[in-house]
T-cell receptor, first 113, second 114 residues
């Protein structure tokens, strides 16, 4: 158990819908990262937040957005869902004050039908 | 941006043999290189990492080597066991400025045959 939690574990929805994925980092970690894992694209970085502020953006679609709240949990919002958005979404956290090591949560499996 | 190439994509060994997975990276500013093990449907788990000021690091049966000049790093697993079977990912990060995003290789499916 990495100490990073994600909900829900599984999500099945239809095209065009909107979903929210939630992540709670390890206690004390200020930085949260979101990654998407699909069979064809592998593990891809989406976005990073540090202490409530966006710090880096990767290959994140405009239909996707994220935020980090004062209690440091983060949410990834996916809208106008397409079949190709079906993937595993992982959240990771790190304590940049002492280490850049990232610990991954269990992931949310999103299926778009 | 950074690009990480990983080889081989699949690797099959007999129990007790050694396994080696190799990665190359493109950005010479990268300075942190972790390796993750992922079992089917599970989260990536950090197994070992190395920073650019170190050439080699070992943890029991696992070792990682880094060649900064050639921009490649390798994972070595000795005395493999069936429970080592999983997908292994290498990654690279530049660090600095609170930006430590990881760029991953495509993964290596390791199968250890009893």
């Amino acid at each position: 158990d990495s100490g990073v939690t994600q909900t829900p574990k599984h999500l099945i929805t239809a095209t065009g819908q909107r979903v929210t994925l939630r992540c709670s980092p390890r206690s004390g970690d200020l930085s949260v990262y979101w990654y998407q894992q699909s069979l064809d694209q592998g593990l891809q970085f989406l976005i990073q937040y540090y202490n409530g502020e966006e710090r880096a953006k990767g290959n994140i679609l405009e239909r996707f957005s994220a935020q980090q709240f004062p209690d440091l949990h983060s949410e990834l919002n996916l809208s106008s869902l397409e079949l190709g958005d079906s993937a595993l979404y992982f959240c990771a956290s790190s304590d940049l004050g002492s280490s850049d090591t990232q610990y991954f949560g269990p992931g949310t499996r999103l299926t778009v039908l | 941006g950074e690009n990480v190439e990983q080889h081989p994509s699949t690797l099959s060994v007999q129990e007790g043999d050694s396994a080696v997975i190799k990665c190359t990276y493109s950005d010479s500013a990268s300075n942190y290189f972790p390796w993750y093990k992922q079992e089917l449907g599970k989260r990536p788990q950090l197994i070992i990492d190395i920073r650019s000021n170190v050439g080699e690091k070992k943890d029991q049966r696992i070792a990682v080597t880094l060649n900064k000049t050639a921009k490649h790093f390798s994972l070595h697993i000795t005395e493999t066991q069936p429970e080592d079977s999983a997908v292994y990912f290498c990654a690279a990060s530049k660090g600095g400025g609170s930006n430590y995003k990881l760029t991953f290789g495509k993964g290596t499916l390791l199968t250890v045959n009893p």
